[in-house]
Every structure is written in structure tokens, then in C-alpha cells.
């Protein structure tokens, strides 16, 4: 099945463009995203803030459960929990989410990010509702 829609559907969310982030791989129920490391990404410390590693997990949970529903008008996240476990840091900062389970309007998804070095940065639950299209004229 093709997915490209999803990835289509990016377009036209500004933030996206703002964050520079980039959609590399799309399957079905999942997707891997990346986020260029920039320096007013960072906090104190020197490693990627928090809300960054948010915003790209939260578009990644949100994108792999776009990629089973084509038919909608859009996913958003309900309710997104996250465990920061090591900084941010180099180059770029890599997502992976996957679906855990998918309903017509519901999906469970679960996301992490890592450092391109592999190392672990956060991991996040999430539950998206899909958005579907307006039955009435």
C-alpha cells in the first residue's frame, strides 16, 4: 500500500517546515523522522530542549498512524506521555514510531528518539484520534 499521502499531508503544516524536520522513511503503521540539531534548539546544558525532542516525537507517533488512514482529514495526538532519558546531541536527532494498535478512530502508538549515534534520548505513549471526514453537506 502506498503511503506517499502521508507524507503529502506534511506539507501543509508550517511547524514542520519551521523545525526543518524531515520525513525519511514511511511504512505501513510506522515512520522515522529527523530533526536537524540546531544551536537554538539547545537548553542550558548544550543538549537538545525538551520541547524540541516533544515536537518531534509528537509529529513522528502522529505520522505512522497517519500512514493507515488515508481516508482522514487528519491525526492528533490526545495524550502523549515521554521519559527523557539521555541528551540530544550532534548533528541530528532521529524518531521512530510505530503503531501498537489501530482503530477507525483511535490509535495507540508508541516513538522514540535517538541520537544518530543510536544512543537513546526519549521514548513516548501516545493515543492520536484520527480525524474523518465530515458525513453531512
Known sequence: MNVD????????????????????????????????????????????????IMSLLDVAVCTAARTLHPESVGVITIDMSISFIGGGSGARLMADARVLKDGRSMSFVEGEATNEDGSLVAKAIATVRVRLKDKGG
Open 5 to 52: 499521502f502521508a507524507r503529502e499531508y506534511q506539507k501543509k503544516i508550517p511547524f514542520l517546515q519551521h523545525l526543518k524536520i524531515q520525513t525519511d522513511a514511511l511504512g505501513q503503521g510506522s515512520a522515522r523522522l529527523s530533526l536537524p540539531i540546531e544551536p537554538q534548539m539547545t537548553n542550558s546544558l548544550g543538549t537538545v530542549h525538551g520541547g524540541a
